[in-house]
């Protein structure tokens, strides 16, 4: 008898047993295809969403070579009012420079951008919401000023920066070098009258200006009358010391961008110029904009940067 009930004690025992065990094994498949569930969801939602963007950097290794250009509105060689927009670039060395699209007051927005990497990369820089237009740009290792047209009227003004451009004070009058405006040249923080129809590009040291034209350029000791140079192709000038470095184009023995030399005093209308290099295959239909740090050059012609070590005597 008592084998008969251990055998049917042990047969109403195995169910029990049996139907815990196929709620395990069920919990387990309900846990299992929820995470497969997530896991195919969280896949989807990357998919359509797209991969994350790497963060920003900056780099400071230096390379030469065609960068981007600053924008839709700094590309924009025609503003809305039919005036030329002149491109502006200012150099701290040969690693270091600034650069924009002038803009125009009712039209396209400046553009100010900088690279620390000899040209290879170009940071945008804000110059404020009631900047209508950039007329000068002058740096050094200290600051960065600048010449804007603000406000409604456009108002000629001078501001400075310390902190490569996060924040702005007034300037003072003459810090950011010569300015073109639709009403003259400013010099000084005083508007002129432009020695010729349709300036290219000016300059303003502390004891000569000059104010580039098409087909000669024009230079002055202080308020003293201009002086006609007679000179074709003149594009953009930069300064170092006593001498002018001149960007030219259209020279017989350059199929690109020459650079000359010339004295900075005592500009006569027969002063000679020197020429120095070539940059062959520099882009000649657009806006040629220089600036020279001793024997740093740098040149932006079309969407290319380009910077010589030498003068400007290899590129």
Known sequence: MDNRRGTRSLGRSLPRTTLILVAVVVVVLVVLDIVLVALALGRTDSEQNGPAGPIPTFTSTPHTAETPTAGASADADTASSGETAHRLLSAVDGQEAWRASAGTCGGPRPVLEHTVDGGATWVPVGLGTDVGSLMAI??????????????????????????????????TAGAAGAGITADGVVLAGETVQAPCTDPIDAFQGEQTSVVICDGHLEWRTGTAAWVDVPMGGVRS????????????VGAASCDGVQFETMPAADVTPTTPTTPIGCATGADTDGTVSIDRVEQDVWLWDGDTVRVSADGGASW
């Open 237 to 248: 000038i930069g300064v170092d010391g006593g001498e002018y470095t001149l960007a030219r």
């Open 138 to 171: 002058r740096a050094s290792d200290a600051e960065l000023s600048v010449l804007v047209g603000v406000g409604e009227d456009c108002t000629a003004t001078v501001r400075t920066s310390t902190d490569a451009g996060v924040t702005w004070d007034a300037g």
